[in-house]
């Protein structure tokens, strides 16, 4: 029995009688209380399930006894019951948090109803409890961020600091340092915690899907938008969203985020009635965004909004200590997840392990594991089981730009989880050409004319690229 414990007070002694008797029948354990103060006292020695309280008594008034208990025991279900002749006290005690109310005189039924509708609610906050603990268990730090080196004990010490407060927080590092995890850690060891969190990686998304992505759209706000959709911060009202990849975010979307984290309230696109939203934000990039606002790519005003709480994630050769942890919890991984066989790794596999410098970072550790228990079938890896470290050595000794492009895709795409590797092509190309483009505006001073011949393509066809790209000109007089 979900209820197990009422606590009835009333300053009627026939009210209380009545209520005792019925309760008592159906195998409650009943506390009776005069006043206020009586009931004060008894729930200061007994936990109680719920409590029925009367608005108007001599000393304390049920309305100020309800505040009394949200602040002491809030698991603490309370039914007020109040005249008819009073209903406004029924609206101020729904406020005050009361979970129903009932009218006097009252049918012994509708307080039945009552309690068997709370021990519902109990079962489902029980539950819901439960399942807090075990989420919060299941992203403790302890568990999801692996190392003990000394640069990741200073992250440890911010992390502890940050995750109970609702500050913003900008994670920094390089791709596949394990940004989002951070972001994970830092929403499950919140008070956030059972709210939603989402992510969105700003960098994979269109120019012109982003915004409908982030604030949601009207129907018929343009062509395709058949009906509303709510965007990203409305999903994760009372949560955590977070922002990868932020630095490439467009301007003019910049300056929205900035009156979202400033208003707290956000506009559907096609739409002009504002949405109050409830979001904390973790950001993250692997971009410089002191250089990019020097380059005025970034606005300044929105990075020290996000910037309330910075998180450096150390890169993978900077914490060379923790490769053996890393190895050894990723083994144990593939092998609870993926039923493989392997135990471990010999020393020398341990040693060449270490001694790679690891551009793609845990990520990519993670993945190189992973493929090498799949495919060995040694129940401890030997230095044979990575072979790409080899052919990554040998790719850098080639200097040109084929062979360079090459190896960074190569680790980059490494470092990826498969069910990341979607719309790659058009990703790639647009990474490549952003920079392409900005380098020969930079060199002809922001001529478009000249630097569309240089390309070898039509005017209109750089001006679009532009757009689409998100690509600032600055011209040099």
Known sequence: MAIERILVVDDEESIRWVLSRALSKKGFKVDLAADGNEALGLFRKNPYDLAILDVKMPDISGLDLLSRFQEDAPQTLVVIMTAESSMKNAVEAMKRGAY??????FDLDAIDAIILKAGKATDISGEVSRLKNELKDQYSLERTIIGQSKPMQEVYK??????PSDVTVLITGESGTGKEL????????????GKPFLAINCAAIPRDLLESELFGHEKGAFTGATE???????????????????????????????????????TRTGGSTTVAVDVRIVAATNQNLK???RAREFREDLFYRLNVVP?????????RDDIPLLVDYFIQSAREKLGTAALGCTPEAYQRLAAFNWPGNVRELENTIQR?????????????????????????TDCSLEALITNKLRNAIGAMEVQELNNLYEMVLHQMERPLIRIILEKTRGNQVRTAEILGINRNTLRKKIQTLGIEISKEG
């Open 372 to 396: 090498a228990a799949l495919l060995s079938p040694n129940p401890l890896l030997t230095p044979e089981d990575f072979p790409v470290q080899g052919e990554a050595d040998q790719d850098s």
């Open 182 to 193: 951070v972001a994970r850690a830092i929403h499950f060891n919140s008070p956030r915690l």
């Open 291 to 293: 250089d990019k606002v």
């Open 100 to 105: 129903d109310y009932i009218t006097k005189p």
């Open 311 to 319: 998180i450096a994630l150390p890169p993978l050769r900077e914490r």
């Open 158 to 163: 911010i992390l502890g600091k940050v995750a």
């Open 228 to 266: 509303r959709k709510l965007g990203k911060f409305e999903q994760a009202n009372g949560g955590t969203l977070f922002l990868d990849e932020i630095g490439d975010m467009p301007l003019d979307l910049q300056a929205k985020l900035l009156r979202v984290l400033q208003e707290k309230e956000i």
